[in-house]
């Protein structure tokens, strides 16, 4: 087993230099400001830097739009150079009171609700709402509000937009969606009949795609000024950065701003050309983001087999002293029970709630309360060990009870101590036992690390809805990630089969697992 060992180590020492690691940026250095890169034409994800743009956090990619040029002067004006920390939408307010970014600029708006979280700059930008529909649908000849009645309409959660579709009459409200590009994708596929927009976001799919039309109506939704306001997002004790913000916004004039979210439409990222067919647009979004898919694929794999390693061990750790006698001293004998409550605890909460749950709380709650700034690579790696050390804890504890107790009484015999018994006796056993449990635990790994997006993890599915929001074609993008999802689960479920080939002494009738 030596040589598996050598060559796991050598594995996970080559992704962790190729793929880990994300760079931090010293704080006098640069202004690090959290958006989606993902909201053309206010912010989008791009894979060079020009016209412009700037380098986003962790990654080889960079970031432009309107958003980005205000962050920009914002910056300049603060003697510092910009830094764009891509985040989801409902990770900004976290990231920003949690201390990852400095500022929001993100296209929010300045609702009452978030005036209760964060401070806000003056707006930077003024927004109209509009409803983007399919070209060829049912409703591209709208014209007023009532011509909706009765259609799906939707909008991104967290936002002034969604509750702008109670003005409808007799709409049927869809199920807020997280970002634009869900939308779109809802959209073109007609899961939904329309959706609140904003108009520079509404050109945006209309340049992207032929498919899509936007409404602007003649009597429009009712809306107030603190909804329609774009301004930059800020810390409530952060004060002179806002009065800052505010006097470097002063010298921007409202001409000027205009003028340049008319040059951002027309630099935005367009995919308006359609190929001959589903799978020849599958393979050109293969072959010119590649790069992407690689770099995410690896950190998928990075996170997924350092947790689940890790979480192997502590599950042997912990299922180890679960199953130890219990001290003859009264006072270990109460430590022991302590501990052993302890553990417990900790395997129904990790057992009992959601990983995606367990990101948020680690990873922004941690900064929140205790001041301490993981790295997100880093932070997913030990929230998928954590996680997997709770039922690997189980999965083990489980293979040492199924070792005969003859055994136990037999080294008992023999004078061996507790865990001498387990390191030499049942361990070596109880491995051969989990193997089949502990490759399927690795498995779903894999798949899970898909929900660390949220806290703007860099794996496969993140990688994945980047380049779909930069290409607009997010069926074939999908089918992509599906497809390399499906051969990384494949290859592992095969190689695992293999070990149990070669750990099997015994001639155990397998069927079709060979």
Do not use: C
Request: net charge positive; glycine share 8%; hydrophobic share 40%.
């Amino acid at each position: 087993m030596n040589h598996i060992k050598k060559i796991s180590f050598s594995l996970i020492l080559a992704l962790a230099i190729l793929f880990g690691g994300l760079s931090r940026a010293k704080a006098d250095q640069y202004l690090r400001v959290g958006m989606e890169a993902a909201y053309a034409p206010f912010n989008w994800t791009q894979n060079d830097d020009s016209n412009g743009a700037v380098p986003i956090e962790g990654s080889q990619q960079y970031a432009n739009g309107y958003d980005v040029q205000i962050g920009k002067k914002i910056a300049k004006g603060m003697g510092k150079k910009l830094l764009v920390v891509k985040t989801k939408w409902d990770g900004l307010l976290p990231a920003l009171t949690s201390k990852k970014i400095d500022l929001i600029i993100a296209g929010m708006s300045p609702t009452e609700e978030r005036k209760k979280e964060i401070n806000f700059s003056n707006s930077y930008y003024t927004s109209e709402p509009v409803l983007v529909v399919k070209s060829d649908g049912k409703y591209a000849s709208a014209t007023k509000l009532s011509d909706f009645k009765g259609a799906k309409v939707t909008a991104q959660q967290g936002v002034y937009l969604y509750g702008l579709i109670d003005q409808i009459s007799g709409v049927k409200k869809q199920t807020a969606m997280g970002d634009f590009s869900q939308m779109r994708q809802a959209l073109s596929s007609g899961v939904i009949d329309a959706y609140v927009s904003e108009r520079p976001e509404a050109k945006t799919a209309m340049a992207s795609s032929k498919d899509f039309k936007m409404i602007s109506l003649k009597q429009s939704f009712k809306t107030s000024p603190s909804d329609t306001a774009l301004s930059v997002g800020l810390r409530k004790d952060d004060t002179a950065t806002q009065e800052k913000v505010n006097q470097i916004l002063a010298t921007i004039p409202e001409k000027e701003r205009l003028k340049l979210m008319d040059k951002m439409i027309t630099e935005q990222p367009s995919n308006s050309k359609k190929n001959a067919g589903f799978l020849s647009q599958a393979w050109t979004i293969l072959k010119n983001n590649w790069h992407q898919f690689l770099r995410g694929t690896g950190i998928t794999l990075l996170i997924s087999i350092v947790g689940t390693l890790v979480g192997l061990v502590i599950g042997l750790l912990i299922s180890v002293y679960r199953t130890a006698p219990q001290a003859g001293n009264k006072a270990l004998a109460l430590l022991q029970k302590v501990f052993g409550w302890i553990l417990n605890v900790y395997i129904e909460i990790f057992r009992g709630t959601p990983m995606i749950v367990q990101a948020m709380v680690i990873y922004y709650g941690t900064a929140q309360a205790f001041g301490v700034n993981l790295d997100r690579t880093w932070a997913a790696i030990f929230i998928v060990s954590i996680n997997t050390g709770a039922y690997m804890s189980e999965i083990v504890r489980g293979g040492i009870y199924a070792v005969d107790k003859g055994q136990f009484e037999a080294a008992t015999a023999l004078g061996f101590s507790h865990n001498q018994t387990m390191r030499k006796i049942v361990l070596p056993q109880v491995v051969r036992n989990i193997l089949p449990a502990t490759g399927n635990e690795f498995v779903i790994n894999i798949k899970d690390t898909s929900v660390l997006n949220v806290i703007s993890v860099v794996e496969l599915y993140f990688s994945g809805n980047t380049v779909a929001t930069q290409t607009y074609k997010y069926f074939q993008t999908f089918l992509i990630i599906a497809v390399i999802y499906f051969i990384l689960t494949f290859t592992v479920t095969r190689i695992l089969r293999y070990l149990e080939r070669r750990l099997d002494q015994d001639n155990y009738t397998q069927g079709g697992a060979h």
